[in-house]
């Protein structure tokens, strides 16, 4: 079993940046992705950015110049650092990482209980 604890929500106004953090803890044997998803009241959750243990990240377009996503693989962690934050950034925002699965030789997805994050003035 697999657990995730995330830090780093709160509110800002527009133009500010916060800091994500998610570190996955329990029986982990390799990581293949870890990744951050949103989801904002009324929509369905949307895929923001995902990075692989080897370090190859992919961004939503409406996020892409603006977000950076890390990981520290010794750690189990990704950061999600936001700059530039716009109003339609609020959601609540969510951790995930695909783990291998060592005997049945396949992946399973975990998630974190999610942050809230708000921009407004």
């Known amino acids: 079993q697999v657990q995730l604890v995330e830090s780093g929500g709160g509110l800002v106004q527009p133009g500010g940046s916060l800091r994500l953090s998610c570190a996955a803890s329990?029986?982990?044997?390799?990581?293949?992705?870890m990744g951050w998803y949103r989801q904002a009241p009324g929509k369905q959750r949307e895929l923001v950015a995902v990075?692989?243990?080897?370090?190859?990240?992919n961004y939503a377009d409406s996020v892409k110049g603006r977000f950076t996503i890390s990981r520290d693989n010794a750690k189990n962690t990704v950061l999600l650092q936001m700059n530039s934050l716009k109003p339609e950034d609020t959601a609540v925002y969510y951790c995930?990482?695909?783990?291998?699965?060592?005997?049945?030789?396949?992946?399973?997805?975990?998630w974190g209980q999610g942050t809230q994050v708000t921009v407004s003035s």
């Open positions: 329990g029986r982990i044997f390799s990581i293949n992705a």
């Open positions: 995930n990482a695909n783990v291998i699965v060592p005997i049945l030789t396949t992946t399973h997805d975990y």
């Open positions: 990075i692989t243990s080897g370090g190859s990240s």
